[in-house]
T-cell receptor
């Protein structure tokens, strides 16, 4: 079945760039997503990329997609303490069914 | 414009009981998906409703059932609750057409004792 993997934890200093990585197995995924979850809250859609794109930039966020290696990354420029949260990578496997990774906890220290 | 809303926020039930969770989709959305998020895990897809029919189902037992109403709101029912059903239940809404944006509600935290 589909599988999405992420590293569990990332720690950065405020003002640095953060890069969160994700690998997936389903090559038929048409869209790939990044969601943010703060403690006790639901998921906030940050950005998504269509599978025929290599890169998408949205303000401080840059998504890179390497379809050959099935690797997705999210770069957050000028990371702030408010960016501390869990970040989930997800793949669209058809009819908008999303398969999520286990999440990467980002800790931003002042 | 209200986003996705869910009720109740928290719920405590006993093993063997039944529970109903509710979701109202974002304005303009007609598709509702339900996900279960166990502690420390990513969300797992339960099922999706479109045009009042279950369109897709994940790997969950028949104890999990749902319904979608003509106004596109949805319910998730879980029968014969097990301790392992304790989780955050998330509802996501989208449009059934070409939109690939799914928006999530705040979730319902279910605790089974």
């Amino acid at each position: 079945g589909e599988d999405v993997e992420q590293s569990l934890f990332l720690s950065v200093r405020e003002g640095d760039s953060s890069v969160i990585n994700c690998t997936y197995t389903d090559s038929s995924s048409t869209y790939l997503y990044w969601y943010k979850q703060e403690p006790g809250a639901g998921l906030q859609l940050l950005t998504y990329i269509f599978s025929n794109m290599d890169m998408k930039q949205d303000q401080r966020l840059t998504v890179l997609l390497n379809k050959k290696d099935k690797h997705l990354s999210l770069r957050i420029a000028d990371t702030q303490t408010g960016d501390s949260a869990i970040y989930f990578c997800a793949c669209n496997t058809g009819f908008q069914k999303l398969v999520f990774g286990t999440g990467t906890r980002l800790l931003v220290s002042p | 414009d209200a986003g996705v809303t869910q009720s109740p926020t928290h719920l405590i039930k006993t093993r063997g009981q039944q529970v109903t969770l509710r979701c109202s989709p974002k304005s303009g959305h007609d598709t509702v998906s339900w996900y279960q998020q166990a502690l420390g895990q990513g969300p797992q897809f339960i099922f999706q409703y479109y045009e009042e029919e279950e369109r897709q189902r994940g790997n969950f037992p028949d104890r999990f059932s749902g319904h979608q109403f003509p106004n596109y709101s949805s319910e998730l029912n879980v029968n014969a609750l097990l301790l392992g059903d304790s989780a955050l239940y998330l509802c996501a809404s989208s449009t059934g057409g070409a939109s690939y944006e799914q928006y999530f509600g705040p979730g319902t935290r279910l605790t089974v004792t």
